[in-house]
T-cell receptor, first 114, second 109 residues
Framework: KAGVTQTPRYLIKTRGQQVTLSCSPI?????VSWYQQTPGQGLQFLFE???????NKGNFPGRFSGRQFSNSRSEMNVSTLELGDSALYLC?????????????FGSGTRLTVV | AQRVTQPEKLLSVFKGAPVELKCNYS??????LFWYVQYSRQRLQLLLR??SRESIKGFTADLNKGETSFHLKKPFAQEEDSAMYYC???????????FGQGTRLTINP
């Protein structure tokens, strides 16, 4: 059974550009969440999608957005990149229910903004 | 406000010694608590959750609502336990996890 797949693994972008990250959840998982991981702030929740609807959003500026497709695959987009957006972006999926049912995480996309 | 505090950024113990990684939380309702682990060059993975009261790889964690703590314990550390450990909290039915800053555990031979 394939795990959560994130592409690409690494990205280098220039300030001001935009970027799109992709996440394919475990087959049958309909909930997809995104987290940002940095040495200073640790793991922070970005947003969660279920059945193509955003159900919850973290405290990030509007430059961070996402969407989910009918096959549960998800993308997140960051526009007008800033140096501080450099981070490991993690995607996680789960079957249904609340977070208490446990998430499976992907390996992440490491974004470097120069 | 939801908050998870892991007071130790680094913890180093010798193989065979007991291990305790501390986690304190702040939450107004009934929280669900988890421990996640990230081994070197591997993805973040669920180690255990309080709701299932299980022991995984010899680790246990007890939710103490009076002290708002969820410390992770293992009686005899093994070298393969070296990893980054994150305590996380969720509200029942909530759709997000709130993580602590993590504790890097190193087991010395």
């Amino acid at each position: 059974k394939a795990g959560v797949t994130q592409t690409p693994r690494y990205l280098i972008k220039t300030r001001g550009q935009q970027v799109t990250l992709s996440c394919s959840p475990i087959s049958g998982h309909r909930s997809v969440s995104w987290y940002q991981q940095t040495p200073g702030q640790g793991l922070q929740f970005l947003f969660e999608y279920f059945s193509e609807t955003q159900r919850n959003k973290g405290n990030f500026p509007g430059r961070f957005s996402g969407r989910q497709f009918s096959n549960s695959r998800s993308e997140m987009n960051v526009s007008t990149l800033e140096l501080g957006d450099s981070a490991l972006y993690l995607c996680a999926s789960k079957l249904t229910g609340g977070a208490e049912y446990g998430y499976t995480f992907g390996s992440g996309t490491r974004l470097t903004v120069v | 406000a939801q908050r998870v505090t892991q007071p130790e950024k680094l913890l180093s113990v010798f193989k065979g010694a007991p291990v305790e990684l501390k986690c304190n939380y702040s939450y107004s309702g009934s929280p669900e608590l988890f421990w996640y682990v990230q081994y070197s060059r591997q993805r973040l993975q669920l180690l255990l959750r309080h709701i299932s009261r299980e022991s995984i790889k010899g680790f246990t964690a007890d939710l103490n609502k009076g002290e708002t703590s969820f410390h992770l314990k293992k009686p005899f550390a093994q070298e393969e336990d070296s990893a980054m450990y994150y305590c996380a909290l969720s509200g029942r039915g909530a759709q997000k996890l709130v993580f602590g800053q993590g504790t890097r555990l190193t087991i010395n031979p």
